[in-house]
T-cell receptor, first 114, second 109 residues
């Protein structure tokens, strides 16, 4: 299906485990983003990527790792999950980033760290 | 640190009422976007305003960008139950998009 998809949709893990959240888009958009959404904080940018093999930190990057070997995929890895990383994670993509473009969001991954 | 403050945080109104949601910052943005998010889904863009003082209308929704490009408002006329959702404003500047915490709107039939 066309669009932006995330997997898994729900994940329960334990403190200290490594977790990878997947994001795939079919539009060949250059830019991709990872956000986390928590009550009272809105969406906060974790990492973004301007193109394959180009990534940069956002507002809250600590504890997360990203890669982008292919334009369409942008996985987010929690190297050693902590309870504070319990959140809803959204991936987004946009054609470019000059200030007016639409960011298209995936359906989100709900992560619970026990 | 750039911040976008939205008010109110929560709004529960009857069908047919009017409402206004505010988005304020001390920072200047290149543009201001409004998104709507339904439970279990990602945000969906409603509008982008770019010019200070700009007003855009989308059916019963009216969006305004402040003259100084630091604030914005969303006005809904004759709200309907289908308007229920989380409304997020987002300020775009440089290579950053800063999101407000959102206004959760519930419209009762």
């Amino acid at each position: 299906d066309a669009g932006i998809t995330q997997s898994p949709r729900y994940k329960i893990t334990e403190t200290g485990r490594q977790v990878t959240l997947m994001c795939h888009q079919t539009w060949s958009h250059s830019y991709m983003f990872w956000y986390r959404q928590d009550l009272g904080h809105g969406l906060r940018l974790i990492y973004y990527s301007a193109a394959a093999d180009i990534t940069d930190k956002g507002e809250v990057p600590d504890g997360y790792v990203v890669s982008r070997s292919k334009t369409e995929n942008f996985p987010l890895t929690l190297e050693s999950a902590t309870r504070s990383q319990t959140s809803v994670y959204f991936c987004a993509s946009s054609e470019s980033f000059r200030g007016r473009e639409t960011q298209y969001f995936g359906p989100g991954t709900r992560l619970l760290v026990l | 640190t750039q911040l976008l403050e939205q008010s109110p945080q929560f709004l529960s109104i009857q069908e047919g009422e009017n409402l206004t949601v505010y988005c304020n910052s001390s920072s200047v943005f290149s543009s201001l976007q409004w998104y709507r998010q339904e439970p279990g889904e990602g945000p969906v863009l409603l509008v982008t305003v770019v010019t200070g003082g700009e007003v855009k209308k989308l059916k019963r929704l009216t969006f305004q960008f402040g003259d100084a490009r630091k604030d914005s408002s969303l006005h809904i006329t004759a709200a309907q139950p289908g308007d229920t959702g989380l409304y997020l404003c987002a300020g775009v500047g440089g290579f950053k998009t800063i999101f407000g915490a959102g206004t959760r709107l519930f419209v009762k039939a």
